[in-house]
């Protein structure tokens, strides 16, 4: 075989896979990989060499593209963080000021004023956009 590709198949077991898989039979590569003992893309890789050879390229690439972004990754990242964004050079968390966390809290602790104000969406007494625009002028 060229280019070093190994073969698990002997000769007469690839012209059994040829019978199999050829008119009369007609098999699946599945039945024909499970009667051999091996899987159904040995099978086809031994019947189709080019196959092979454009199959392990495609590994050969995808290795090099895993060891690149490796190497790239600096070691201190956290893996929450997008690795585009070290990659860049750049920070893009965001940090919530503790003012604005407050305000938060007291709008999600503060009761509303009835089930009904509740339920429709209404807001709190002096959150209104109406009572807002009033306390701007």
């Known amino acids: 075989m060229e280019q070093g590709i190994a073969m698990s198949l002997t000769p007469d077991e690839i012209a059994l896979a040829w019978k199999w898989r050829g008119y009369p039979y007609r098999e699946s590569w599945r039945n024909i990989a499970e009667t051999l003992g091996v899987s159904d893309k040995t ?3 031994a019947l189709f060499p080019e196959r092979a050879i454009a199959r392990n390229e495609m590994r050969k690439r995808k290795r090099r593209v895993v060891a690149a ?3 790239a990754r ?3 990242m956290p893996m929450e963080t ?3 964004a ?3 050079g750049c920070d893009h968390r965001i ?3 503790r003012e604005v966390l407050a305000d938060r809290e007291a709008r999600i602790l503060a009761a509303p004023r009835s ?3 509740y339920l429709q969406g209404d807001p709190l007494p ?3 956009a109406l009572e807002q625009r009033g306390r701007h002028d």
Do not use: D, E, I, N
Request: one cysteine or more.
């Open 43 to 45: 099978v086809m890789c």
């Open 69 to 71: 972004k490796k190497l």
């Open 74 to 76: 600096p070691k201190s």
């Open 82 to 84: 997008p690795f585009t």
């Open 86 to 88: 070290y990659a860049m």
């Open 95 to 97: 940090t919530v000021p």
């Open 115 to 117: 089930w009904t104000a």
């Open 126 to 128: 002096g959150r209104s």
